[in-house]
Structures are given as structure tokens and as C-alpha cells.
């Protein structure tokens, strides 16, 4: 060592008064950063929803459209949703005579506390009558 002081300096040098800006700014930030987190995680959640009423809709057209269980499509349709969607389901038949439409709606749950749901998603599914 060459015994010269002050060798590593700072690129900038710090005033007293900005001691602790960066910490002031990262907790003012911290709320709005989880706000879109969650917003961003509550739209995944209403995307799955929208795909499983999809799900559900098409797989209880297709066992709608078979006379001999037709009778059945509410189970079917809900078989093949995930359970937490599934629970959260109701399907309406509309018979066309050679065509079956089968249109399921799904409450799409809410991840904020105190709010039940963000509203439903429906989709609807046809398929031709055997």
C-alpha cells in the first residue's frame, strides 16, 4: 500500500441532507409496486376463469349433443373445468333442434379481501346434435 488516503472515493459525493433519499423513495414506491402486482396476479386469475368457462362450455356441448346422456352435460361440462372454477360454475342449454349451444359461466373470484367476485365470464360452445 502506498499509505495515500481517500483512494477509494465516491464517484459523487453525498450531502447530509440526501442521507436516506433512496430509502424514502423506495417506500413510497413499495405500495404502488403491490398494487400492480396484484392487479397483474387479479387479471391471471380472470384469464383462467375466461379459459375454463371455455373449457367447461365445449365438454358440455359435447356430451349434451349425445341423446342418450344429454341429460348429463352439467357434470360433464364441470368435469372438465379445474375444482375451484368448477364450484364456481352454472351452464345453460340451448337445444336447436340439430344443433346443441351450451353456455357456461364461471364467477371469477376476487384476491382482495372483502370483494367477492370481479364479476362472471361466459363463453359459449355448439356442437351438432346426434
Known amino acids: 500500500m ?8 465516491r464517484a459523487w ?10 430509502a424514502l423513495e423506495f417506500a413510497g414506491m413499495l405500495p404502488i409496486v403491490l398494487l400492480v402486482a396484484v392487479a397483474a396476479v387479479q387479471l391471471g386469475v380472470a384469464g383462467y376463469a375466461v379459459q375454463q368457462a371455455g373449457t367447461g362450455a365445449r365438454a358440455a356441448a359435447r356430451v349434451a349433443a349425445q341423446d342418450d346422456i344429454a341429460g348429463e352435460y352439467r357434470a360433464g361440462g364441470r368435469n372438465a373445468m379445474s375444482g375451484w372454477t368448477a364450484s364456481r ?3 345453460a342449454l340451448a337445444d336447436g333442434g340439430e344443433e346443441v349451444e351450451v353456455t357456461a359461466t364461471v364467477t371469477i373470484p376476487s384476491l382482495i379481501p372483502g370483494i367477492d367476485s ?3 365470464a361466459s363463453r359459449s360452445a355448439t356442437m351438432p346434435a346426434e
Do not use: I, Y
Not at 459525493?13 to 433512496?22: F, I, L, Q, T, Y
Open 13 to 22: 459525493p453525498v450531502r447530509d441532507g440526501e442521507r436516506g433519499a433512496s
Open 2 to 9: 502506498s499509505g495515500r488516503k481517500g483512494v477509494l472515493r
Open 118 to 120: 370481479f364479476g362472471k
Open 89 to 91: 360454475s352454472s351452464f
